[in-house]
């Protein structure tokens, strides 16, 4: 986690936007067995879901996933994405998404189901890059899904945003 701390999960999330010919490519760019990539048929159906769409690419040897999740519907990934990160490695950018984002999400997938997993996320992301957080961004997007308050509670925070 680039704004916290990292968790021992092997996983990475990969919130994407994928046409039809990147779609078709991927079980290619992943072949059997080395990988498990889901049929062309699922992955064209979860890209079509207009929101929580979801598949995952599994490396078979090391047991490694990316979680993919098409967010072409989604317009906060659309701020996201003008609002994107860059990290320039050897071999190239890498863009991530911006905190704002990640703790939207977090706040999303508590108030559905609890964990404390993410509330820990969100107080150490906040107690470790509060001045990398756009605030307003993040109240304004909370309050548009109903979940200021809610994201209030959980952060422990009522200061914050």
């Not at 992955?43 to 979801?54: F, P, Y």
């Not at 490695?89 to 890498?94: D, P």
């Not at 939207?104 to 107690?127: F, L, N, P, Q, S």
Request: negative net charge; aromatic residues 10%; proline residues 7%.
């Amino acid at each position: 986690m680039v704004y916290s701390e990292p968790r021992l999960t092997i996983d990475i999330d990969l919130a994407v936007v994928l046409g039809d010919a990147t779609l078709a490519a991927l079980p290619s760019l992943y072949p059997e067995p080395d990988f498990y990539c889901p049929p062309a048929a699922v992955l064209h159906a979860e890209n079509r879901r207009e929101c929580r769409a979801h598949f995952n690419v599994v490396h078979a040897p090391t047991g490694l996933k990316a979680d993919f999740y098409p967010s072409q519907n989604d317009p906060f990934f659309a701020w996201a994405w003008a609002h994107r990160k860059t990290a320039v490695h050897a071999h190239g950018e890498i863009h991530y998404a911006p905190p704002e984002y990640v703790m939207v999400w977090k706040t999303v997938y508590h108030a559905e189901g609890g964990g404390e997993k993410h509330v820990r996320d969100i107080r150490r992301m906040i107690e470790l890059s509060a001045d990398l957080i756009d605030t307003e961004a993040l109240s304004g997007e909370l309050q548009r899904r109903g979940l200021l308050e809610h994201f209030r509670t959980m952060c422990g925070n009522a200061d914050f945003v």
